[in-house]
C-alpha cells in the first residue's frame, strides 16, 4: 500500500512564496513520475506540474515561469516551489504518483493539500 505525505499548504498573501512538499512511503516498484495536480471549488482537477524520475519535467501553460517542480529519487520526494501567487492560484493542491508496478502503472493519490492566496 502506497501512502502520500503532503506538507506546505496554508494561507499567504499575493505576490509571496509556498513551497509543497509531498513523501510517497510503501512503494516497491520504481516511480514513473510525480507531479501535482490543484482543484478549485466548482473546477475541475488540473495538472500543475510533473516531473519523471529521469527529471524530465511538464509545466501547465498558467505556471508562467511561477512555479519550479524538483524532485529527489532517493527520498521519494517531489517539491513544488511557487512564486508569486495570485488568488487564482487558491486551490486544493494534490500529491500525485504514477508508479510502475509488475501490471503496468498506476497512479497514487494524496489527500491533498488547502493553498489559499488571499488580496
Known amino acids: 500500500q502506497v501512502q502520500l505525505v503532503e506538507s506546505g499548504g496554508g494561507l499567504v498573501q499575493a505576490g509571496g512564496s509556498l513551497r509543497l512538499s509531498c513523501a510517497a512511503s510503501g512503494i516497491i516498484f520504481s516511480i514513473n513520475s510525480m507531479g501535482w495536480y490543484r482543484q478549485a471549488p466548482g473546477k475541475q482537477r488540473e495538472l500543475v506540474a510533473a516531473i519523471t524520475s529521469g527529471g524530465r519535467s511538464n509545466y501547465a501553460d498558467f505556471v508562467k515561469g511561477r512555479f519550479t517542480i524538483s524532485r529527489d529519487n532517493a527520498k521519494n520526494t517531489v517539491n513544488l516551489q511557487m512564486a508569486s501567487l495570485k488568488p487564482e492560484d487558491t486551490a486544493v493542491y494534490y500529491c500525485?504518483?504514477?508508479?510502475?508496478?509488475?501490471?503496468?502503472?498506476?497512479?497514487?493519490w494524496g489527500r491533498g493539500t488547502q493553498v489559499t492566496v488571499s488580496s
Open positions: 500525485q504518483v504514477n508508479l510502475q508496478i509488475v501490471a503496468g502503472s498506476f497512479d497514487y
